[in-house]
Every structure is written in structure tokens, then in C-alpha cells.
Nanobody, 118 residues
Framework: QEELVESGGGLVQAGGSVRLSCAAS????????MGWFRQAPGKEREIVAA???????SYADSVKGRFTISRDKAKNTVYLQMNSLSPEDTALYYC????????????WGQGTEVTVSS
């Protein structure tokens, strides 16, 4: 059974850094597009970053220059390095996976909470 498990969230001060991990199991996700999403209280879920199998990467404008997505195919793991955090980055962060050419993400993790204090 396919599973995505996020970790690394927690409480951090503004200006600080956090590294999230998403460990995948049940299949190899090396051929999948992996994405990081977040949902803040009272807001809709938004995509933060995505990485393709060929290492093409995209970021939301709000995190460009601060967040870095990466993947370790051998470990079936995706990371999100978040720097220069602000209270506006407080949210539940999810990782997800989809096939290339398919618009919907099929597999989702349960999420990891990131809280940035001012």
C-alpha cells in the first residue's frame, strides 16, 4: 500500500529554518511529480513547490528564494527546506504525488504542522 509520511514540522521563530521530509513507501515514486502543499487556518490549500522526475522544479511566488524542494530517489524521499520563515508560512504542510500528464495528485500524506512565531 502506497504511503507518504511527512516529518520535520514544529514551532520555529520568524527568520528561522525548517526542513520537511516526505518518506514514500509502497512503490517507487521516482517517476512521479512530487509536490508540497500547505493549508493555513481559514485558507484554501495551495501548492508550494513541485519537482518532476527529471528535476524540473517550480515554486509558488510567495516562497521563491526562500524554499527549496529536492528529492532523493534512492531513499524515495522528498524534502522541503524552508528558510527565512515568517508567520505567514504557518500552515499544515502536505506532500503529494502524481503521474506526469495527470493533473490530480493521487497520493497524499497526512501533513506536518509548521508554526512560525513572531
Amino acid at each position: 500500500q502506497e504511503e507518504l509520511v511527512e516529518s520535520g514540522g514544529g514551532l520555529v521563530q520568524a527568520g528561522g529554518s525548517v526542513r520537511l521530509s516526505c518518506a514514500a513507501s509502497g512503490r517507487t515514486f521516482s517517476t512521479y511529480v512530487m509536490g508540497w502543499f500547505r493549508q493555513a487556518p481559514g485558507k484554501e490549500r495551495e501548492i508550494v513547490a513541485a519537482i518532476w522526475p527529471g528535476s524540473r522544479i517550480s515554486y509558488a511566488d510567495s516562497v521563491k528564494g526562500r524554499f527549496t524542494i529536492s528529492r532523493d530517489k534512492a531513499k524515495n524521499t522528498v524534502y522541503l527546506q524552508m528558510n527565512s520563515l515568517s508567520p505567514e508560512d504557518t500552515a499544515l504542510y502536505y506532500c503529494a504525488a502524481r503521474l506526469i500528464g495527470v493533473s490530480d495528485y493521487k497520493y497524499w500524506g497526512q501533513g506536518t504542522e509548521v508554526t512560525v512565531s513572531s
